[in-house]
T-cell receptor
Framework: SAVISQKPSRDICQRGTSLTIQCQVD?????MFWYRQQPGQSLTLIAT?????????ESGFVIDKFPISRPNLTFSTLTVSNMSPEDSSIYLC????????????FGQGTRLTVV | GEDVEQSLFLSVREGDSSVINCTYT??????LYWYKQEPGAGLQLLTY?????DMKQDQRLTVLLNKKDKHLSLRIADTQTGDSAIYFC???????????FGTGTRLKVLA
């Protein structure tokens, strides 16, 4: 299975600031995803991070608020911009297990609190 | 629709069996999954089942799939205190790598 490292694991940020979350995988993967888990809620897909092109965002999420980078096949970043308390969530990076494999693996998540 | 529903809470005694249920609405999903989330941690893949299977067993875990009723269950035999966590079912969205997650069931194991 892929080993996924996310940084930071948690942070407390002031409203109006931005935070960039990093996701590093120990092997090359085609598909990388970013999810949000609001307090007491399930996971919601934010976007698919595409290597070499712009990320594909799900309904309700926009690039200006959640810019994503994917410079290579092992790394991606998600930025939460101009944060408000409503952005307090766990943000999780996910990758496919192997090309064509049905399962996905998740990082340990970044717990963000906006005050 | 693409809603995946689970009951919110389940409490069992240590050594008993736990059964966590899930209903989904997209009958064309190819795979269905169970993930475990312990406090402060990410999601750990427990098991998954291909949609043409009725049952899959993996050590203490048994997954049952009733495709006609769009019902998925996870049975944990001999439940231990370390099994206390939130369990999410998820279905794959056909033709994509996306998942739709259920609401999660918080399992509490009483010693």
């Amino acid at each position: 299975s892929a080993v996924i490292s996310q940084k930071p694991s948690r942070d407390i940020c002031q409203r109006g600031t931005s935070l960039t979350i990093q996701c590093q995988v120990d092997s090359q993967v085609t598909m990388m995803f970013w999810y949000r888990q609001q307090p007491g809620q399930s996971l919601t897909l934010i976007a698919t991070a595409n290597q070499g092109s712009e990320a594909t965002y799900e309904s309700g999420f926009v690039i200006d608020k959640f810019p994503i980078s994917r410079p290579n096949l092992t790394f991606s970043t998600l930025t939460v911009s101009n944060m408000s308390p409503e952005d307090s969530s766990i943000y999780l990076c996910s990758v496919e297990a192997a090309q064509g494999a049905p399962e996905a693996f998740f990082g340990q998540g970044t717990r963000l609190t906006v005050v | 629709g693409e809603d995946v529903e689970q009951s919110l809470f389940l409490s069992v005694r240590e050594g008993d069996s736990s059964v966590i249920n899930c209903t989904y609405t997209d009958s064309s999903s190819t795979y269905l999954y169970w993930y475990k989330q312990e406090p402060g941690a990410g999601l750990q893949l427990l098991t998954y089942i291909f949609s043409n299977m009725d049952m899959k067993q993996d050590q203490r875990l048994t997954v049952l799939l009733n495709k006609k009723d769009k019902h998925l269950s996870l049975r944990i035999a001999d439940t231990q205190t370390g099994d206390s966590a939130i369990y999410f079912c998820a279905e794959s969205v056909p033709g994509t790598y996306k998942y739709i997650f259920g609401t999660g069931t918080r399992l509490k194991v009483l010693a």
